[in-house]
């Protein structure tokens, strides 16, 4: 049975006004890395909608997910493009991405919520391991991060059709690592990732 978040951890820290932060987009060899921020202003408001770990949805409860949080919650996005994945590296670029977030909410939160095990240096907060699937906050910040990144990547396959980012997103899937080695990279690839620097080294030395 898949676990459905709630406000449990929230009601916990007796704060207010309270942010959960996650990030979509730390995989693929293109494409930004996106933050959410989302603050439920009343945490007695009546949900009927499926909110939990992202990756746990389907497509279409991610979309319904999607258009009430976006109605009924005070949120935010924010991203690290691949050029700054590139300097940063991953990781300081999902940190520093959902600082970008987090800044850009209408309303500074009182603390906040990060999925996984850092709380980013400019964020007062705590981190909370596997809280995409703990609390509804960061739950529903999964949601509007990958959707977010998802419609993105939708909009560059447009552009750049070879690559299949529509339907794998700049994940490492066959057919995309097969369009790398057959058309090379764009300026949306993630140069330090494994296979988008094995393309520029053979195309180097070739």
């Given at each position: 049975?898949?676990p459905?978040?709630?406000?449990?951890?929230?009601?916990?820290?007796?704060?207010?006004?309270?942010?959960?932060?996650?990030?979509?987009?730390?995989?693929?060899?293109?494409?930004?890395?996106?933050a959410?921020?989302?603050?439920?202003?009343?945490?007695?408001?009546?949900?009927?909608?499926?909110?939990?770990?992202?990756?746990?949805?389907?497509?279409?409860?991610?979309?319904?997910?999607?258009?009430?949080?976006?109605?009924?919650?005070?949120?935010?996005?924010?991203q690290?493009?691949?050029?700054?994945?590139?300097?940063?590296?991953?990781?300081?670029?999902?940190?520093?991405?959902?600082?970008?977030?987090?800044a850009?909410?209408?309303?500074?939160?009182?603390?906040?919520?990060?999925?996984?095990?850092?709380?980013?240096?400019?964020?007062?907060g705590?981190?909370?391991?596997?809280?995409?699937?703990?609390?509804?906050?960061?739950?529903?910040a999964?949601?509007?991060?990958?959707?977010?990144?998802?419609?993105?990547?939708?909009?560059?396959?447009?552009?750049?059709?070879?690559?299949?980012?529509?339907?794998?997103?700049g994940y490492?899937?066959?057919?995309?690592?097969?369009?790398?080695?057959?058309?090379?990279?764009?300026?949306?690839?993630?140069?330090?990732?494994?296979?988008?620097?094995?393309?520029?080294?053979?195309?180097?030395n070739?």
């Amino acid at each position: 049975m898949i676990p459905i978040a709630d406000f449990s951890i929230e009601n916990e820290t007796g704060a207010g006004f309270i942010a959960g932060v996650d990030e979509a987009g730390r995989g693929p060899l293109c494409g930004p890395v996106v933050a959410a921020a989302v603050i439920f202003p009343n945490r007695d408001i009546e949900i009927p909608v499926v909110i939990r770990d992202s990756k746990k949805m389907s497509a279409h409860q991610r979309a319904v997910a999607y258009d009430w949080i976006t109605k009924n919650t005070i949120w935010a996005t924010g991203q690290c493009s691949p050029a700054e994945i590139d300097e940063l590296n991953i990781l300081w670029a999902s940190m520093r991405a959902m600082e970008r977030a987090v800044a850009s909410l209408s309303r500074a939160p009182e603390i906040c919520l990060i999925d996984g095990n850092r709380v980013p240096k400019n964020l007062q907060g705590m981190a909370v391991i596997r809280g995409d699937a703990k609390s509804i906050s960061i739950a529903a910040a999964s949601i509007i991060a990958k959707e977010t990144r998802d419609k993105i990547m939708q909009d560059l396959s447009v552009r750049f059709p070879k690559y299949g980012w529509n339907k794998n997103a700049g994940y490492p899937t066959a057919e995309h690592l097969t369009a790398i080695e057959k058309y090379g990279i764009t300026k949306y690839h993630r140069k330090t990732f494994g296979p988008v620097k094995n393309a520029l080294e053979t195309c180097e030395n070739s």
